[in-house]
C-alpha cells in the first residue's frame, strides 16, 4: 500500500469536521507521509453532498476520502460512490460503529445532552430524564433547542417507535423552546443567561464547562449518539493514499488527536477528554443504515417545532 501511495503522490480528503482541527489532522498525516500531498476541502453537510452530486453528474471524480454526517452514507451508496475497505484499526473499536460491509467506520461520535446554566439553576433541579424536561416550569423560551437536531428525532424514532417519539416531540414542542441554528453559539448564549437549560452536543458544552464558564450537561437516558463515518470513494484517484489516510485518522494517533480537539473518538483505547463525554451513561447509536426515512424525519421535525 505504502509503494503505491508514493507513486500517487496525492490524497483529497473531503470533511464536514471545522477547518482548524482537519488542517491540523493534514499537517500530522503530512508530517508521518511526506512522500504524500494532502488536499482538503471542509463545507457543511448539505453543500458537500451536493458538490459530490454535481461532480459526479459533471463526469468528475475529484475526492477519496470523506468524513461527514452520518445521513450522507445512503445516497452515496445507492449511487454505487463508496468503495469498502475495512481497516486494520477497526479491531479496537467497537463493532457497532464499523459497517459489516466496509462502506464505512465511524470517526468520531457526537451526542445529544442535556445542558444547564449553573447560576441559573440548581443542579438538584436539573431534569434528570426526558419526561422531567417536559416540566411546566421549563416552559415559555427555557430550553434551547438546534433547528436542524433531526438526528435526535432520528434516534428516538429508532428507540421508540414513531408513534411515541413524535408525540413526545410535540410535546417538547409545547413547551416553547428558543429554536436556533448551530452548537457552539447557542452553547455560548445558554452561558450568558440567554436561557437556563439547553439541548446540544456533549462536547460542545464541555468546551466551556472546562474552561471555566458557568454550564455543565448531564444525559438523558438513552441519549442518542450520532456516528460521523468515515468513506473511500468508488472512483478514488488516489485508492493507496486514501487507505493509508483512513488508516491514520484510525489509528491511536488520529484518536489521541481527536480527543486533544474534545471531540469524541471510538477506539477502545483512547477515552475522550474527560472520559464522561463517552462514559457512565446509557445511549443508543444511531448508524447510517437510521438515515432511510431521514427526508421524512427532517419534515416532521420542521412541521413540529413550526420552522416552516
Same mark, same amino acid.
Given at each position: 500500500?505504502?509503494?503505491?501511495?508514493?507513486?500517487?503522490?496525492?490524497?483529497?480528503?473531503?470533511?464536514?469536521?471545522?477547518?482548524?482541527?482537519?488542517?491540523?489532522?493534514?499537517?500530522?498525516?503530512?508530517?508521518?507521509?511526506?512522500?504524500?500531498?494532502?488536499?482538503?476541502?471542509?463545507?457543511?453537510?448539505?453543500?458537500?453532498?451536493?458538490?459530490?452530486?454535481?461532480?459526479?453528474?459533471?463526469?468528475?471524480?475529484?475526492?477519496?476520502?470523506?468524513?461527514?454526517?452520518?445521513?450522507?452514507?445512503?445516497?452515496?451508496?445507492?449511487?454505487?460512490?463508496?468503495?469498502?475497505?475495512?481497516?486494520?484499526?477497526?479491531?479496537?473499536?467497537?463493532?457497532?460503529?464499523?459497517?459489516?460491509?466496509?462502506?464505512?467506520?465511524?470517526?468520531?461520535?457526537?451526542?445529544?445532552?442535556?445542558?444547564?446554566?449553573?447560576?441559573?439553576?440548581?443542579?438538584?433541579?436539573?431534569?434528570?430524564?426526558?419526561?422531567?424536561?417536559?416540566?411546566?416550569?421549563?416552559?415559555?423560551?427555557?430550553?434551547?433547542?438546534?433547528?436542524?437536531?433531526?438526528?435526535?428525532?432520528?434516534?428516538?424514532?429508532?428507540?421508540?417507535?414513531?408513534?411515541?417519539?413524535?408525540?413526545?416531540?410535540?410535546?417538547?414542542?409545547?413547551?416553547?423552546?428558543?429554536?436556533?441554528?448551530?452548537?457552539?453559539?447557542?452553547?455560548?448564549?445558554?452561558?450568558?443567561?440567554?436561557?437556563?437549560?439547553?439541548?446540544?452536543?456533549?462536547?460542545?458544552?464541555?468546551?466551556?464547562?472546562?474552561?471555566?464558564?458557568?454550564?455543565?450537561?448531564?444525559?438523558?437516558?438513552?441519549?442518542?449518539?450520532?456516528?460521523?463515518?468515515?468513506?473511500?470513494?468508488?472512483?478514488?484517484?488516489? +485508492?493507496?493514499?486514501? @487507505? $493509508? !489516510?483512513?488508516?491514520?485518522?484510525?489509528?491511536?494517533?488520529?484518536? *489521541?488527536?481527536?480527543?486533544? #480537539?474534545?471531540?469524541?473518538?471510538?477506539?477502545?483505547?483512547?477515552? +475522550?477528554?474527560?472520559? @464522561? $463525554? !463517552?462514559?457512565?451513561?446509557?445511549?443508543?447509536?444511531?448508524?447510517? *443504515?437510521?438515515?432511510?426515512? #431521514?427526508?421524512?424525519?427532517?419534515?416532521?421535525?420542521?412541521?413540529?417545532?413550526?420552522?416552516?
Amino acid at each position: 500500500m505504502i509503494e503505491g501511495a508514493k507513486k500517487e503522490g496525492e490524497v483529497v480528503w473531503y470533511t464536514t469536521m471545522t477547518l482548524d482541527q482537519s488542517k491540523q489532522v493534514v499537517d500530522a498525516f503530512q508530517k508521518k507521509y511526506p512522500f504524500i500531498k494532502p488536499t482538503l476541502f471542509r463545507t457543511g453537510g448539505g453543500p458537500m453532498l451536493n458538490k459530490i452530486m454535481t461532480e459526479v453528474r459533471g463526469g468528475r471524480h475529484a475526492w477519496d476520502i470523506l468524513v461527514g454526517r452520518g445521513e450522507m452514507v445512503l445516497p452515496l451508496m445507492e449511487r454505487k460512490l463508496l468503495a469498502s475497505y475495512v481497516s486494520p484499526e477497526t479491531k479496537a473499536i467497537d463493532s457497532q460503529l464499523v459497517d459489516k460491509e466496509g462502506y464505512w467506520t465511524a470517526y468520531y461520535i457526537n451526542t445529544y445532552v442535556l445542558g444547564w446554566n449553573t447560576k441559573m439553576v440548581k443542579k438538584a433541579d436539573v431534569p434528570t430524564s426526558y419526561e422531567e424536561l417536559l416540566n411546566p416550569k421549563w416552559k415559555g423560551g427555557q430550553i434551547s433547542i438546534d433547528t436542524e437536531a433531526y438526528g435526535m428525532l432520528q434516534g428516538l424514532i429508532g428507540l421508540w417507535g414513531k408513534e411515541k417519539a413524535v408525540s413526545y416531540f410535540k410535546r417538547l414542542a409545547a413547551m416553547d423552546p428558543v429554536p436556533k441554528r448551530g452548537n457552539t453559539e447557542r452553547v455560548q448564549m445558554a452561558v450568558a443567561g440567554e436561557y437556563p437549560l439547553i439541548i446540544a452536543y456533549n462536547q460542545t458544552i464541555q468546551r466551556m464547562t472546562s474552561r471555566g464558564a458557568p454550564i455543565d450537561w448531564l444525559a438523558l437516558e438513552p441519549a442518542v449518539v450520532q456516528v460521523n463515518p468515515a468513506m473511500l470513494a468508488a472512483n478514488a484517484p488516489h +485508492p493507496n493514499a486514501s @487507505r $493509508l !489516510f483512513v488508516d491514520f485518522i484510525l489509528s491511536k494517533q488520529g484518536g *489521541e488527536m481527536l480527543r486533544s #480537539f474534545q471531540r469524541i473518538p471510538v477506539r477502545k483505547d483512547v477515552d +475522550p477528554d474527560p472520559a @464522561r $463525554l !463517552f462514559r457512565g451513561y446509557k445511549y443508543v447509536i444511531e448508524n447510517p *443504515e437510521d438515515y432511510k426515512n #431521514f427526508d421524512e424525519t427532517v419534515k416532521l421535525y420542521l412541521e413540529i417545532f413550526k420552522l416552516r
